[in-house]
């Protein structure tokens, strides 16, 4: 997990993992403004190949939180 500050002096934080394509495709396009995370895919370097690269962010928080954030996110994005 890596955090950042962007422009406007906000931290955020960012966790990179690979995940079949099909469950990224569903966290992708999950709403997760609610608690302020988001997923995208980041790296599809073969159409073909089952796996891609997902970055989860969230906003600033603790690190027990953005934990909790990702666990939230997955729960409700694959629902």
């Known amino acids: 997990m890596t955090s950042e500050t962007n422009h406007t002096n906000q931290t955020?934080?960012?966790h990179r993992f690979s995940c079949p394509r099909?469950?990224?495709?569903k966290l992708e396009?999950?709403?997760?403004?609610?608690?302020?995370?988001?997923?995208?895919?980041?790296?599809d370097i073969n159409p073909e190949s089952p796996n891609v690269?997902?970055?989860?962010s969230t906003?600033?928080?603790?690190?027990?939180?953005?934990?909790?954030?990702?666990?939230?996110?997955l729960i409700y994005a694959l629902q």
């Open 12 to 14: 955020y934080h960012r």
């Open 22 to 25: 099909k469950v990224a495709t």
């Open 29 to 43: 396009a999950y709403d997760g403004s609610l608690i302020e995370s988001s997923c995208k895919i980041i790296q």
């Open 53 to 56: 690269l997902v970055q989860f």
């Open 59 to 73: 906003s600033q928080c603790a690190k027990q939180t953005v934990i909790q954030r990702l666990a939230t996110f």
